[in-house]
């Protein structure tokens, strides 16, 4: 290990890469942003891993990808590390294959764990990859749910063990590691203090008027109003060009049947009621 | 005397070429072409055996790769083989599968070959290449951008192969770079064997359960078994969704194309390990000088693959 490194970890549509977003804006300490140059490594991008073991990954079984994962961050620094953290949205879990979780604890210096309320997460989760809303529900109560895995093709990203919504969350909360929670709630309705959290978390804290201007830079309907207009490389193939959605709070209430509301509490109930999602 | 002259002949006349090199192997490799060169002694000889576990003066490039200042290398993948780069003409292979498994060819013609190519003074970019016309064209990028996928389907449309994924390209030579050939076998997953309509029932698994696979041309003209001038570089970008003023086929600007060339050196940690950094250099100069380079942005769906073959041929025409 040749130093420690920080994660952005989330459920995926939770608000991580928005949180990338503002980050980088915050670098960059002028107020632009181009969203196809949002920092932060991702976790799984296939083309660090092929770079730190000189070898083709594509040639690897699953198996032995999940267990060269934290193998290899041991031996590799990612990617300006230190200075932005590690976007991942793996759970904190020891995937099959592998020895132990996807990271070797010992490197890890923070960690800023995002939650997003799992019924709006489902609205969002929903079309990034092509499912009804039924069956994303299904997919967020399955804790054997993978990221990164074709049988057919290959993936740009390794194999990332994200399991359910619940086992997410629990995993990270569980970990022992220095972990801070923010909720995507909070980061809307106070979103200047949110990052201040987040900044201080990743011992990064910035003076609040600049915090705000990158808050600014990264607004939801800028990054939108840039994505129409532009294009943006990591929006989804089965909504290309549809990432940024509303970023609202609370849509469910109007967009989900009060059977599908009431199945995602019964499926999550318990980690929802202590994150205060019962409302 | 006679019996150890027969021996030879007929270890001879199974040696095979691989990047202008006569190679004999005491694996089986039909991957490869027969060699139909000189009489010379072979360039390269592959043997099994046993290999230390830790190389004299070696430091790790990463969890599977040891390498020495004197150009050797220990590649290890558990339960395939542990491959020793022991000089520029010998490499020792003690398989952990039957010696017939692709599994071991699989790591032996991708970082073993890459290494070979820079303790032998080529220049190993990530592409796959074809000849179209009389000149060569190398499709270069990270796994996964289509490189493979690309060069199979324009070797359907009856462009010759020369290479997959490993590009062994000659600076130096004499009126040009040239892209030495390597073996008429790409490697593709299933969707991209569908999208060009390529059964992949009865191939051969590039690992053991892998839905990737082998695919030989065998039909005569499919394989360019002589060095081609190298015409142009085309380095793909992927993108999931079309961005706006990104037209597909792009000429880089000099910096750029050196950039762009220098990111797709194949296992160029290790090369830089080795002090070849100021020959890569002057490599790429040669190479960005004549050659031109592009940049090709597509998505990743394969369904405009034809569409994008019909591309690449009439701009390389």
Known sequence: MTGGFSLLASYPRSGNTWARAVLTALARGDGSLDINAIEGQLAVDRFFFDDALEIETSDLLPDEERRLRPITYRSAMPTGAGTFPIKTHDAWLTAQGAAEPPFPREGIEAVVLIVRDPRDVVLSLAPYYGLSIDEAITAMADRTMSLGISRNGLRPQLPQLISSWSDHTASWRGSGLPLTLVRYEDMVADSVGTFATITRALKCSAPVDLLARAVDAARFDRLRADEAGKGFRESSPHAPNRFFGAGTVGRWRQALTAAQASRILRDHGTVMRELGYDG | ?????????????????????????????????????????????????????????????????????????????????????????????????????????????????????????????????????????????????????????????????????????????????????????????????????????????????????????????????????????????????????????????????????????????????????????????????????????????????AAMVGRIEAHAA
Not at chain 2, 202 to 211: H, K
Not at chain 2, 219 to 230: D, K, V
Not at chain 2, 252 to 281: D, N, S
């Open chain 2, 1 to 305: 005397m006679s019996a150890e002259r027969t021996a030879m002949e007929s270890e001879a006349a199974g040696d095979l070429y691989l990047c202008g090199w006569r190679l004999r192997s005491a694996l089986p490799l039909p991957e490869l072409a027969p060699w139909t060169g000189d009489d010379r002694q072979p360039d390269l000889t592959i043997r099994t055996g046993s290999i230390p576990a830790r190389l004299d003066g070696a430091r790790d490039v990463s969890p599977l790769l040891q390498v020495t200042p004197e150009k050797q290398a220990r590649l290890s993948i558990d339960g395939v083989a542990t491959y020793w780069l022991r000089n520029a003409g010998e490499v020792i292979i003690a398989p952990q599968m039957a010696d017939d498994s692709p599994d071991i060819r699989t790591f032996l013609f991708g970082t073993i070959l890459g290494l070979l190519c820079h303790s032998r003074g080529l220049f190993p970019l990530h592409a796959s290449s074809v000849r179209i016309g009389d000149r060569a064209i190398a499709i270069s990028g990270m796994s996964g951008a289509g490189k493979s996928t690309l060069a199979a389907a324009l070797t359907r449309r009856g462009h010759a192969l020369i290479s997959d994924d490993v590009c062994a390209i000659d600076p130096a030579a004499p009126g040009g770079p040239v892209v030495l050939p390597a073996f008429p076998r790409v490697k593709l997953w299933d969707d991209s064997l569908a999208a060009i309509g390529i059964e992949s029932a009865g191939l051969t698994a590039n690992r053991l359960g892998q839905r990737k696979f082998y695919f030989r041309f065998n039909e005569a003209g499919s394989f360019q078994a002589t060095p081609a001038p190298l015409k142009a570089i085309y380095l793909l970008a992927s993108s999931n969704a079309p961005l706006a003023g990104r037209s597909e086929i792009e000429t880089l600007a000099p910096t750029l194309r050196i950039i762009g060339l220098h990111a797709q050196i194949y296992r160029k940690r290790t090369a830089a390990i080795w002090g070849l950094e100021p020959e890569l250099f002057k490599a790429l100069g040669r190479i960005a000088g004549p050659v031109d380079v592009y940049r090709l942005t597509r998505t990743a769906h394969l369904d405009d693959l």
